[in-house]
Structures are given as C-alpha cells and as structure tokens.
C-alpha cells in the first residue's frame, strides 16, 4: 500500500456542530436566570421559616401553663405551687395533657386558617 498524499482538514466550520458565541450567551441567560429563582425562592423560604419560629401556642388552665413553639417543642411549663401538692399523680397527668391537647387543637386551627389542612 502506498500513501499517496495526506491533507489535513480539520478546520472547524461554522454551524457543523460548534458552537457559536450567541449561543453560548443564551446559555449563561438561562443559567443566570435559573440560579436567580432558585436565589428567590431560598430567601422567601428562609423568610417563612423565620416566620414560623416566631410563632408560640399558649394555653394557661390557671394551674397549669403551657407554652409550645410552632415545631412543637415544650418551651414554658409552669404550675402554680397547689398543683403539685393538690392533684394526685393521675390527676396532674390528666391536667398536663388537658393542656397539650388544647395547644394542638389551637395549632391545628391556626394551620387551617393559615394553609387551609391538618397538622400530621
């Protein structure tokens, strides 16, 4: 076999699968403006989360005040002096959870009004 002669053409021709500069614009547009959004929405997530750690449920029985958060973490609980020493252990337990369970009924109707659904 002989080699008669080689060329070398490996210019690269536009529009034969390069890419130009305008395209390559519209890219980064389209990047830019995604990455924009999703800036966006983080910051408006980030408003409603601090929102949200802002807001407290109370229920004061007159013997027994309870305070919860919105993640429904226990944040205040006091009892007036006679509680301890005036219910017997049943009827404290049955007073504590008289109260937590009238935080979940005002939560879940806070969650209603605000996102129209049940707490789960």
């Known amino acids: 076999m ?18 130009s500069e305008r395209d390559d614009l519209k890219d980064r ?6 990455l924009r959004e999703l800036s966006e929405a983080a910051d408006k997530w980030e408003t409603l989360v601090a929102q949200a750690e ?9 013997d027994v005040r309870v305070v919860a958060n919105s993640d429904g973490k226990l944040v205040e609980l006091a009892l007036h002096p006679g509680a301890m020493t005036g219910y017997a252990h049943a009827e404290l337990a049955d007073r504590l959870n008289l ?9 879940e109707a806070e969650n209603r009004a605000r996102y129209g ?4």
């Open 2 to 19: 002989t080699l008669v002669g080689a060329l070398d053409d490996t210019d690269i021709v536009a529009g034969s699968g390069s890419r």
């Open 29 to 34: 547009d389209l990047v830019e403006a995604v």
């Open 54 to 62: 802002t807001i407290t449920y109370s229920v004061d029985l007159g």
């Open 99 to 107: 109260a937590i369970a009238a935080l979940r009924d005002e939560a």
């Open 117 to 120: 659904g049940e707490l789960h």
